[in-house]
């Protein structure tokens, strides 16, 4: 080999590490990685250096080359996950008490350098324990043709470094976790086992972390193990990339830690392609299926009146609006859609969103901000508790449907200026109904804004479908937010109210003043979908009537539901068993979600059925009975 040298770098603050990195480079490129080192100081997550320490040395030319440990990635969701992963695996190693090593965490934050532990005993063998042992003298051999030397990859230099720990004299095992607030993956290595990466072994934002090298031998070999750690210059062949980010930068790498981990743990998402309307069946990537994952509550989305009405805005005023409403984008049918929705809910006016998100964030924000509280229920949509910790109030979450425990909290906030308390009307993930006259009358005692959110009501509850005060028979609550998007057929979203609510909204909410209003073709198909539920009530009645029917034959076989709306929530628990039980109802023919953490709790995961009018009494009866074979103990 031509003449080598060993470039390190170390930078602290205050007297407190920040980095430190090594490379084993070519006399012809000290330069140039001693550069990208000091610049890799200056950016590092732990803040700014005052201090930078670049140390060049030459190395002798028998450099020892070691093969790099065989790696294996193990994805876990929770840092308690893998812990217990790591205890495991130290335990096939033949260490008995991982726990206790792990324990001893705590204790590694302020080395410079690794914990040296006896394995058997727990005895810290470091000569310098405010130090720890440092390996050093290491790098990956094919970095310099990759052309990534002195480039940060944690990936390749964990790697390096535990093969060289796994060489070392009488050095049994390594577990690493990991000093960086931002990067939540460690390692446990042994010789035998490999490299064994960990994706998630703390919080993020910890900043606690370390290395602890596990000896086991003679106290007289102590000092050789550290020379060797220390002080013999290794390259190391055969390191792999990162399979699931190859070369990507870090911040990629993390992202696709984080996938690793849902797609571990249940969680991992997909998008279906359906080719065609989402009526009581479908084709669901190139199969039919009989559907019960659509809003489409009514089947109004395909009527061909509602198409037509959408065609026919297309038409005369294009596909798109233009601009936002303020400026350019209010047109006709926006202006009749206002006004209908306003009377079919029996309230003063109404305005339009893009999209019931944008209602619910644009009104809550509008609403209340600094100095003022907000109330939520427990349950409530994403849209909700995004609107919420959006507006800059005060947040405080009541019990699930719990009306005294609202008026408590309620209560409690009397020195705030504004308080605003929302809930869902319909449940979309349990499809129970709100208690109205309850909610309005601890609200008005209070001297609170109420506001309900509507979206799975309208259309569905009430003798006609137009809500909450429909089926209680009672007053509307202050705010009503609703969306065009589930038994309307369409999409965008809407609040009702007074006239005063309406225009301070219209001035106030930002998500309608600064977005671009949805198209006319959807606001017509919106329009004509609500004429038809007006001309048409018994579509309502014909939803009811399913619910009744599915909930009755699921209950007559032991498989306790409720069917209070068009959402029939049937609760697995575990995640990977909620997905199987979807997968094998789309093996039998029927569309079911498998609904699961975060939209749900952890370990409630749950199929939610969506029941639509269109479906018939043959399809609902072999949904149940499929159901109810795949739910057996």
């Known amino acids: 080999m031509s003449e080598t040298y060993s470039v390190k770098m ?69 840092p308690a996950e893998g812990r217990a992963l790591a205890a495991q695996l130290l335990a096939e190693a033949g260490i008995a008490n991982a726990d206790e090593i792990m324990a001893r965490f705590s204790e590694t934050h302020s080395l410079r350098g690794a914990m040296l532990l006896d394995a058997d005993t727990l005895e810290r063998l470091e000569p310098d324990q405010s130090r720890g042992v440092r390996a050093t003298y290491m790098d990956d051999a094919a970095a310099l043709a990759k052309g990534t030397a002195g480039v940060k990859n944690h990936y390749a230099e964990a790697i390096v470094l535990a093969t060289k720990v796994q060489n070392a004299p009488n050095i049994i095992a390594e577990i690493c976790v990991s000093d960086d607030p931002d990067y939540v993956t460690g390692y446990v290595a042994t010789r035998e086992l490999g490299y064994r990466r960990i994706t998630v072994l703390k919080e993020k934002g910890d900043p606690n972390g370390g290395r602890i090298f596990l000896y086991r031998g003679s106290r007289d070999e102590v000092a050789k193990t550290i020379e060797f750690l220390e002080k013999t210059p290794i390259l190391v062949d055969d390191v792999p990339t990162l399979p699931s980010a190859a070369n990507a930068p870090r911040r990629f790498g993390a992202l696709a830690d984080a996938l690793d981990a849902r797609q571990a743990a249940g969680l991992s998402r997909r998008c279906r392609t359906l080719g065609g309307p989402t009526g009581p069946t479908a084709i669901v990537d190139g199969r039919e299926l009989v ?124 020195e705030h200026r504004r308080r605003l308390a929302v809930s869902d009307g319909v449940f979309s993930m349990d499809g129970d109904i709100l208690d109205l006259p309850r909610f309005l009358e601890v609200t008005r005692r209070h001297d609170a804004f109420s506001m309900v ?51 301070y909204l219209r001035n106030m909410s930002r998500p309608f003043i600064f977005s671009t209003a949805p198209g006319a073709p959807a606001m017509a198909a919106a329009l004509t979908a609500l004429e038809v539920l007006i001309a048409e009530p018994g579509r309502v009645a014909k939803l009811r009537e399913n619910v009744a029917l599915f909930v ?26 909620a997905l199987a039980a979807s997968a094998a109802l789309e093996e039998l023919g029927f569309l079911v979600p498998a609904i699961r953490y975060p939209t749900v709790a952890r370990g409630a995961a749950r199929l939610r059925v969506a029941l639509m009018s269109a479906h018939t009494q043959e399809q609902l009866c072999a949904a149940a009975a499929s159901l109810v074979e795949i739910l057996k103990p």
Do not use: W
């Open 291 to 414: 559907v019960f994952a659509s809003n489409d509550y009514l089947d109004l989305a395909r009527d061909p009146r509602v198409v037509k009405a959408a065609a026919d805005a297309a038409n005369e005023f294009g596909a798109g609006s233009g601009g936002a409403r303020l400026t350019t984008g209010t047109q006709p049918p926006h202006v009749r859609l206002e006004n209908a929705l306003a009377k079919f809910k029996g309230s003063e006016a109404a305005l339009l969103y893009g999209t019931g998100y944008m209602a619910n964030v644009g009104a809550i924000s509008a609403l209340v901000g600094k100095g003022d509280a907000v109330l939520s229920d427990e349950l409530n949509h994403a849209s909700i508790i995004d609107g919420c910790r959006l507006s800059g109030a005060d947040v405080l979450v009541y019990r699930h449907g719990d009306m005294e425990d609202l008026d408590r909290k309620l209560g409690a906030c009397r």
């Open 453 to 503: 959110d509507e979206a799975h009501a309208t259309g569905i509850v009430g003798r006609t479908g137009r809500g909450l005060a429909e089926y209680f028979g009672c007053e509307l609550p202050d705010v009503l937010m609703g969306t065009l998007s589930k038994a309307l057929g369409s999409e965008g979203g809407f609040v009702c109210g007074s006239k005063l609510l309406v225009e």
């Open 552 to 577: 009755s034959e699921l209950v007559c076989h032991g498989v306790a539901v409720r069917g209070e709306t068009a959402i029939v929530p049937i609760v697995v628990g575990d995640e990977k068993r």
């Open 10 to 78: 170390r930078a602290s603050s205050d007297g407190h590490h920040v980095s430190g990195a090594e490379k084993i480079v070519p006399a012809a490129s000290v330069s140039k990685v001693a550069s990208r080192l000091v610049e890799r100081a200056l950016s590092h997550e732990r803040g700014t250096p005052d201090f930078i320490n670049v140390k060049i040395e030459s190395l002798p030319s028998d450099i020892l080359r070691l093969k790099a440990l065989p790696v294996k990635t193990h994805v876990v969701a929770t």
